[in-house]
């Protein structure tokens, strides 16, 4: 929760910040669903919208930016306070990646010819859902500062990344069956990288949550291996026909 002050209107500031970081974590989850939407259903149209919603996000960042200059200039806020100023400019940072990754999606639907497998399709449909429900559940523990449900993050993380992997390896077995793929297959692996980034950037979120609350930093993880550099180079390593 956050603290309360004698002077109301800082109190106004500070939930400005809160509210302008809800507003913007639900615009940037639209753009991800739209832009997989647009991506599965080859809808041209849907993806152009996304693409040009971005700047909702981009004026938001910079909204909460400048707001938050004017709080510390004029306040001079310290512990509790000041890291929810920080944290606030943080946290709009990483929700306006994601929708820059939901833009990127977007912008490679004209490349995809839609001749690739439905079941691809489906695996990133799956990844989207996983990295968007993480994102969602972050933003709720935002809302609330319930800090002490912020364990699920790494393990939905983990959950991403072995989804990613799954989906990387088969793009990549059907990109060698046929030449004819590799276009469409790369573009498809780069849709898929964004969208397993969504999951790292919620995961930061997470993090900045953690410290706005108790002021220490989250545990460090156990480092992750990049299996997918695995899978790269066994694949280089098969012998071309």
């Given at each position: 929760?956050?603290?309360?002050?004698?002077?109301?209107?800082?109190?106004?500031e500070?939930k400005?910040?809160?509210?302008?970081?809800?507003?913007?974590?639900g615009?940037?989850e639209?753009?991800?669903?739209?832009?997989?939407?647009?991506?599965?259903?080859?809808?041209?149209?849907?993806?152009?919208?996304?693409?040009?919603?971005?700047?909702?996000l981009?004026?938001?960042?910079?909204?909460?930016?400048?707001?938050?200059?004017?709080?510390?200039?004029?306040?001079?806020?310290?512990a509790?306070?000041?890291?929810?100023?920080?944290?606030?400019?943080?946290?709009?940072?990483?929700i306006?990646?994601?929708?820059?990754?939901?833009?990127?999606?977007?912008?490679?639907?004209?490349s995809v010819?839609?001749?690739?497998?439905?079941s691809?399709?489906?695996?990133?449909?799956?990844?989207?859902?996983?990295?968007?429900?993480?994102?969602?559940?972050?933003?709720d523990?935002?809302?609330?500062?319930s800090?002490?449900?912020?364990?699920?993050v790494?393990?939905?993380?983990?959950?991403i990344?072995?989804?990613?992997?799954?989906?990387?390896?088969?793009?990549?077995?059907?990109?060698?069956?046929?030449?004819?793929?590799?276009a469409?297959?790369?573009?498809?692996?780069f849709?898929?990288?964004?969208?397993?980034?969504?999951?790292?950037?919620?995961?930061?979120?997470?993090?900045?949550?953690?410290?706005?609350?108790?002021g220490?930093?989250?545990?460090?993880?156990r480092?992750?291996?990049?299996?997918?550099d695995?899978?790269v180079?066994?694949?280089a390593?098969?012998?071309?026909?």
């Open positions: 929760m956050q603290s309360v002050h004698i002077v109301s209107a800082y109190d106004e500070l400005f910040l809160s509210k302008r970081i809800a507003a913007m974590g615009h940037a639209r753009m991800v669903e739209q832009a997989v939407a647009a991506l599965v259903n080859a809808d041209h149209g849907l993806a152009q919208k996304v693409i040009q919603d971005d700047i909702v981009d004026d938001g960042q910079r909204e909460i930016d400048d707001k938050a200059i004017v709080i510390i200039a004029k306040r001079q806020p310290m509790t306070d000041l890291r929810e100023i920080v944290g606030a400019i943080r946290i709009s940072a990483d306006e990646r994601v929708g820059d990754l939901g833009k990127n999606v977007a912008k490679r639907v004209a010819d839609g001749r690739q497998p439905n691809l399709f489906r695996g990133l449909e799956a990844l989207a859902n996983l990295a968007l429900t993480q994102l969602k559940e972050v933003l523990v935002y809302a609330s500062r800090v002490e449900r912020i364990g699920f790494r393990d939905r993380d983990d959950q990344d072995a989804m990613y992997t799954s989906l990387f390896r088969e793009l990549l077995t059907y990109m060698m069956e046929d030449p004819r793929n590799i469409p297959c790369t573009h498809l692996l849709c898929a990288k964004n969208i397993e980034r969504i999951g790292d950037h919620a995961t930061n979120i997470a993090e900045t949550i953690y410290y706005i609350v108790t220490d930093q989250m545990p460090v993880d480092p992750k291996s990049d299996k997918t695995k899978v180079v066994s694949a390593a098969v012998p071309a026909n």
